[in-house]
């Protein structure tokens, strides 16, 4: 049939993980199992051999298959450098709330300074403009409950 893509596919969102991720552990195996083969081959080990590269062959069939459920899953290209470096992938997520929330804090220090500043240019302009900040002040009331 058709590839089915995650709108029609009945997985839950980490089942199609589950599923590639562990077709790629099979694969891995069987590759690393080839390899021990391979490197002391004995000509008895030609079935074994075959069985395993066919066995590879599968499991390759198996990730082009589960290709159809993940194309839609966007990867940051920071979390390829992490991996790339050694690093947890996962500590890309924390990195980056971390980042969000230093960024939250400073945003919020200043959006404080602003009603600060606000405040007491609102306090300085009445003592030089009182009938003009009276007149402000009414229509920010009435703003406020529209």
Same mark, same amino acid.
């Given at each position: 049939?058709?590839?089915?893509?995650?709108?029609?596919?009945?997985?839950?969102?980490?089942?199609?993980?589950?599923? =590639?991720?562990?077709?790629?552990?099979? &694969?891995? %195996?069987?590759?690393?199992?080839?390899?021990?083969?391979?490197?002391?081959?004995?000509?008895?080990?030609?079935?074994?051999? $075959? *069985?395993?590269?066919?066995?590879?062959?599968? $499991?390759?069939?198996?990730? %082009?298959?589960?290709?159809?459920?993940? *194309?839609?899953? %966007?990867?940051?290209?920071?979390?390829?450098?992490?991996?790339?470096?050694?690093? $947890?992938?996962?500590?890309?997520?924390?990195?980056?709330? %971390?980042?969000? =929330?230093?960024? $939250?804090?400073?945003?919020?220090?200043?959006?404080?300074?602003?009603?600060? &500043?606000?405040?007491?240019?609102?306090?300085? =302009?009445?003592?030089?403009?009182?009938?003009?900040?009276?007149?402000?002040?009414?229509?920010?009331?009435?703003?406020?409950?529209?």
């Amino acid at each position: 049939g058709k590839p089915s893509k995650m709108a029609d596919d009945n997985r839950a969102p980490d089942e199609r993980f589950d599923l =590639l991720g562990q077709t790629i552990e099979q &694969f891995v %195996e069987t590759t690393r199992q080839i390899g021990i083969i391979v490197s002391d081959f004995q000509p008895g080990s030609q079935g074994v051999l $075959n *069985q395993k590269i066919n066995a590879m062959i599968d $499991n390759m069939r198996e990730i %082009e298959k589960c290709k159809a459920h993940v *194309q839609d899953v %966007e990867v940051p290209l920071e979390v390829f450098e992490y991996i790339d470096q050694g690093r $947890n992938p996962q500590l890309y997520t924390k990195d980056c709330i %971390e980042k969000a =929330l230093e960024k $939250n804090q400073q945003v919020n220090g200043k959006i404080d300074a602003y009603k600060n &500043f606000k405040s007491l240019l609102v306090d300085e =302009l009445s003592k030089h403009f009182p009938k003009e900040i009276d007149e402000y002040q009414k229509i920010k009331e009435r703003q406020s409950k529209t």
